[in-house]
């Protein structure tokens, strides 16, 4: 049984910095192309970050560029997303994915993932 659980969330201050991790369990991550998404309330799933099955490639929305990153630990099976420089709207439930299939791009819609976390609570505080 496959199972992504995300982890990290929290509250923290405007500008502040935050860290989640995704945890595999029942695949092995490294065959897959591992995403994150958040939904705020009221608003769309959006496409953060993807990371490419050797690790070797990345994808960014253009909203975070540069304040995110994306990585992977493939000993642990985990996919990490460090978060800096958070602003107030971006308070959401952030959701990691999982891609199986062969792509010759990084998917960036929510349809190309297979697998999903239940996600993890991010609050920003003004």
């Known amino acids: 049984q496959v199972q992504l659980v995300e982890s990290g969330g929290g509250l923290v201050q405007a500008g502040g910095s935050l860290r989640l991790s995704c945890a595999a369990s029942?695949?092995?991550?490294?065959?897959?192309?591992m995403g994150w998404f958040r939904q705020a309330p009221g608003k769309e799933r959006e496409f953060l970050a993807a990371?490419?099955?050797?690790?070797?490639?990345?994808s960014y929305a253009d909203s975070v560029k540069g304040r995110f990153t994306i990585s992977r630990d493939y000993a642990k099976n985990t996919v990490y997303l460090q978060m800096n420089s958070l602003k107030f709207e971006e308070t959401a439930i952030y959701y990691c994915?999982?891609?199986?299939?062969?792509?010759?791009?990084?998917?960036?819609?929510?349809?190309?993932?297979?697998?999903w976390g239940q996600g993890t609570q991010v609050t920003v505080s003004s």
């Open positions: 029942g695949l092995t991550s490294r065959v897959y192309i």
């Open positions: 994915a999982a891609d199986r299939t062969i792509r010759q791009a990084i998917g960036v819609e929510g349809n190309d993932y297979d697998y």
């Open positions: 990371i490419s099955r050797s690790g070797a490639s990345t």
